[in-house]
């Protein structure tokens, strides 16, 4: 289902709680708010309103992912680049990762499976700010 974004610096400041597999229809919820925003690349469930640590984006292929708990494990490169926000209307400076170590779970057959990856670029860049929206980080 398509929801509405959140603009709410309280709901969006707010530490994120843990994510079960409990949490799939707002995983698939992401997904649908995801592909509905034209030029969007990724999403947080707080700015939909829910303060669990689920997020989606969409790859340099254009294909969707959805993570269960990311944390940036290490990362790479450190550089300050001009990034913006679905919930925020100014652009601003920040500090991110050229390639980062991300762990992660993966909704596999109804139940989360952990993962460790690497990402680089661009796709780097917004898993970082997702796990910001997680941590209650606003840019």
Known sequence: MIRELIHDDEILSQPCEQATADDAD??????????SIEDGGCIAANQIGVTKAVVAFVDDK???HVMFN???LMGLRAARVVEGCLSRDETVKVRRYAKVKVQFDELVDGKLVTRKRDYMGWVAQMIQHM???CNGKLV
């Open 131 to 133: 796990v910001d929206h």
């Open 62 to 64: 254009g294909n969707p």
């Open 26 to 35: 707002l995983a698939q919820d992401l997904l649908d708010t995801l592909a």
């Open 70 to 72: 990311p944390k940036i």
